[in-house]
């Protein structure tokens, strides 16, 4: 029997800011079958969509949440920040940034990308 996915409230709002960009359909479906345990049949009834949008917003979300490690090690957590910087702080923060998995396609789509020190 497969293992049903899961994910707990603490660790959806942990995951909140790395779906900033999705679309709030996305999110919603995805808390509904992930967080809520509701089937996905279920909630494509609800929101009249097909199941397989339901799968593929499931599958989206259960992948960012797979991939993102919200641990720096060492018992430090990442934490997303979103400000401006002088240019000399900010390239310090990227290359910083840069040593963290979670931060490499982001950099990279940006146009920013500073191979770690």
């Known amino acids: 029997m497969a293992q049903k996915r899961q994910i707990s409230e603490k660790e959806w709002q942990n995951l909140l800011p790395l779906m900033e960009t999705f679309a709030s359909v996305t999110t919603d479906i995805a808390y ?9 049949v279920d909630v494509a ?3 009249n969509r097909s199941k397989q949008n ?6 989206r979300v259960w992948e960012l949440y797979q991939a993102a490690s919200l641990n720096a090690g060492e018992g430090e957590t990442l934490m997303l920040v979103n400000v401006w910087l002088p240019e ?3 390239k310090e923060v990227l ?3 840069a040593k963290h998995s979670i931060n ?3 950099l990279k789509t940006q146009g920013e990308y500073i191979e770690p020190a």
């Open 32 to 40: 509904s079958v992930l967080v809520k345990g509701e089937s996905q």
């Open 45 to 47: 009834a609800r929101k």
């Open 54 to 59: 339901i799968g593929m917003a499931v599958k």
């Open 88 to 90: 000399s702080y900010a």
């Open 95 to 97: 290359q910083e940034a």
């Open 104 to 106: 490499k396609d982001k």
